[in-house]
């Protein structure tokens, strides 16, 4: 089964006709919501989980990511497409332009980041050389052809820990490290998806130029990511009814 897990303003799925809803409880405590479960079109059932719970009250460095991604396994989830917003770094990562990135770095402090915790457990170190599932990927950048809709085709993720957003000189540095997006959600999610054998890419919608960075040379306005979503995650919402959709 296929699994999508929202973030910022992909609360719900367009089209996406619900069965059922289901409070899943894992061995590291409640994942960001109940899971639900419902079809596009005459698609297989698949399950969303809103990342930032339904009112999106979680902060990125206080979301469960151990939870959700156990649920989803639990349940039989085996494909997971992870939608997030970023601000855009490099070249042609402008606000509005849709992401499918192939490489990460993480920046995150604190955060729980394995199922391998010891104990009597023995300690698997995964691999992680290409972050993401190259199925997952493709098989979302052929939705995206399908529907007509340009996505870039690869760059670094860099995760930052959040919620505040970057100083432009941490963006700079982020920019000679490599990375073409910044966001706050990626990591440790794409681990432990790996730790699960999950078949895991993401979706990245940019909503405003990194700190610093072009128009937001003096600052990020609030208003103006929100302005972006509006305009552009019904783009996001296409993609991923090609995707799961029949
Ligand atoms: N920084 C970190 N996370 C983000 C940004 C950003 O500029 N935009 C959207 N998510």
Do not use: K
């Amino acid at each position: 089964m296929q699994a999508i897990i929202g973030g910022t303003g992909l609360y719900h799925l367009t089209g996406l006709v619900v069965t059922r809803r289901q409070v899943v409880r894992t061995p590291y405590g409640e994942p960001s919501g109940a899971l639900t479960y419902g079809r596009i079109g005459d698609g297989a059932e698949i399950v969303f989980l809103a990342r930032h719970g339904y009112g999106h009250t979680l902060a990125p460095h206080r979301i469960n990511y151990r939870a959700n991604l156990w649920a989803l396994h639990e349940v039989g989830v085996r494909r997971i497409v992870s939608v997030a917003t970023v601000g855009g770094i490099t070249g042609p990562l402008v606000p509005g332009v849709i992401v499918v990135p192939d490489q990460i770095i993480d920046y995150t402090t604190e955060r729980p980041r394995t199922f391998f915790e010891g104990g009597d457990q023995p300690v698997a170190h995964v691999d992680m050389t290409q972050p993401y599932g190259a199925a997952m990927r493709h098989d979302l950048l052929e939705s995206a052809r399908t529907c007509g809709i340009a996505v870039v085709d690869g760059g670094v993720y860099g995760c930052t820990q959040g919620p505040r957003l970057e100083t432009a000189a941490e963006i700079r540095r982020m920019g000679r490290d490599g990375c073409d997006m910044v966001g706050m959600t990626g990591m440790p999610e794409a681990a432990l998806a790996r730790e699960l054998d999950l078949d895991y890419a993401a979706l990245c919608l940019v909503t405003n130029d990194a700190a610093g960075q072009r128009a937001s040379a003096d600052e990020i306005s609030m208003q103006g990511m929100r302005v972006v979503v509006d305009d552009s995650m019904q783009n996001v919402h296409r993609i991923l009814g090609q995707l799961v959709g029949a």
